[in-house]
């Protein structure tokens, strides 16, 4: 018996190839209709779209060439030099708690914060206006470690 996870990508796979199947004969219809009528199939509003479309995609071609040659660039004038960020301190993280009547768990979250063995973070736990005691069971941790700044703002 095949479970529903495979079935499921079965019916994927069915879907994509039957998909793909359809854009080729569309593809191949389209084209041996333009092969045997050339131009004159178009309009004269067709044709301005078309050339308007083309424009749009070139320009947006050059957009990115240009993008990838300043970031290249950019990237190799910056190559020799050293990172603004000093080697042996690591980037400062701050972690935000949202609290909405998390007064039975608030104390459980933050002790496992306070345990992360990472140099340079702080914590801010912010008490959407809850109804139990969730900021009073938060206030005790903003003392609790010297080297960890953890704010609780109600």
Same mark, same amino acid.
């Given at each position: 018996?095949?479970?529903?996870?495979? @079935?499921?990508?079965?019916?994927?796979?069915?879907?994509?190839?039957?998909?793909?199947? /359809? /854009? &080729? %004969?569309?593809?191949?219809?389209?084209?041996?209709? +333009?092969?045997?009528? =050339?131009?004159?199939?178009?309009? *004269?509003?067709?044709?301005?779209?078309?050339?308007?479309?083309?424009? &749009?995609?070139?320009?947006?071609?050059?957009?990115?060439?240009?993008?990838?040659?300043?970031?290249?660039?950019?990237?190799? @004038?910056?190559? =020799?030099?050293?990172?603004?960020?000093?080697?042996?301190?690591?980037?400062?993280?701050?972690?935000?708690? *949202?609290?909405?009547?998390? =007064?039975?768990?608030?104390?459980?979250? +933050?002790?496992?914060?306070? %345990?992360?063995?990472? *140099?340079?973070?702080?914590?801010?736990?912010?008490?959407? =206006?809850?109804?139990? @005691?969730?900021?009073?069971?938060?206030? *005790? &941790?903003?003392?609790?470690?010297?080297?960890?700044?953890?704010?609780?703002?109600?």
């Amino acid at each position: 018996m095949v479970n529903a996870n495979a @079935r499921q990508a079965l019916a994927l796979a069915l879907a994509v190839v039957l998909l793909g199947t /359809a /854009a &080729f %004969a569309v593809h191949q219809l389209a084209h041996q209709l +333009l092969s045997r009528e =050339g131009a004159a199939l178009l309009g *004269p509003v067709s044709k301005v779209i078309v050339v308007v479309l083309f424009a &749009f995609l070139l320009l947006l071609a050059c957009r990115h060439l240009c993008m990838l040659a300043l970031a290249a660039w950019d990237h190799f @004038r910056h190559a =020799g030099e050293e990172s603004a960020q000093p080697a042996g301190r690591a980037p400062g993280v701050s972690i935000i708690v *949202p609290a909405y009547n998390e =007064g039975a768990m608030i104390a459980t979250v +933050l002790e496992s914060l306070l %345990a992360i063995d990472y *140099p340079n973070f702080e914590i801010v736990v912010v008490d959407d =206006g809850s109804t139990d @005691r969730t900021y009073l069971r938060a206030l *005790p &941790f903003e003392r609790r470690r010297q080297d960890i700044e953890c704010r609780v703002l109600a």
